[in-house]
């Protein structure tokens, strides 16, 4: 069983900016691809950003691009995902994924998430 879990949410003016950071693990020796997907309140779960596991393959989605960047930790299995020039059309709960595929770049290329940290950008 694949444990995830996010931390580093809160709440942020517009403009400002939030670091979230992920860690995995199995139990075994497993090293994942990452990424991060959000949901908005009432909306539908979207993709947000994912990093291959050697980190060599980082894809955003388009309403994040320029804004966010994904990176790799020194840990094998953790990820942050720093945001800057928050909107508060970025407010939402935002899950971390895990899978053993290669290059993911859709929410149904992941196999687990952890449950979630949430972001609030208001002021």
């Known amino acids: 069983q694949v444990q995830v879990e996010e931390s580093g949410g809160g709440l942020v003016q517009p403009g400002g900016s939030l670091r979230l950071s992920c860690a995995a693990s199995?139990?075994?020796?497993?090293?994942?691809?990452m990424g991060w997907s959000r949901q908005p309140p009432g909306k539908e779960r979207e993709f947000v950003a994912s990093?291959?596991?050697?980190?060599?393959?980082?894809y955003y989605g388009s309403s994040v691009q320029g804004r966010f960047t994904i990176s790799k930790g020194d840990g094998e299995n953790t990820v942050f995902l720093l945001m800057n020039n928050l909107k508060p059309e970025d407010t939402a709960i935002y899950f971390c994924?895990?899978?053993?595929?290669?290059?993911?770049?859709?929410?149904?290329?992941?196999?687990?998430w952890g449950q979630g940290t949430q972001v609030t950008v208001s002021s």
């Open positions: 199995d139990g075994a020796d497993t090293t994942f691809s």
């Open positions: 990093i291959s596991r050697s980190g060599a393959i980082i």
């Open positions: 994924g895990v899978t053993e595929g290669s290059y993911p770049n859709n929410l149904r290329d992941f196999d687990s």
